[in-house]
């Protein structure tokens, strides 16, 4: 399984800021999205990145985070 939030932070300068979101053209699903949470969460307290905010369906299921790159 790939580690979306660590592909994303690589991809961002210092004080940017990104939305997180499963893309079905690499075989993301909202069900395996939910591990990008914990991916970030991580990078979070790793002092990496600062979660501004979780974006949830009605479901309860994640489907959009927005961080921003602080390293």
């Known amino acids: 399984m790939r580690d979306i939030a660590k592909e994303v932070y690589t991809k961002m300068?210092?004080?940017?800021?990104?939305w997180i979101r499963p893309v079905a053209a690499k075989g993301d699903t909202l069900d395996s999205f939910q591990s990008a949470h914990d991916s970030a969460r991580q990078l979070e307290e790793e002092g990496?990145?600062?979660i501004e905010k979780v974006q949830r369906q009605a479901d309860g299921l994640i489907d959009a985070i927005r961080i921003q790159r602080l390293a």
């Open 13 to 18: 300068k210092v004080g940017s800021v990104a």
């Open 48 to 50: 990496l990145i600062d």
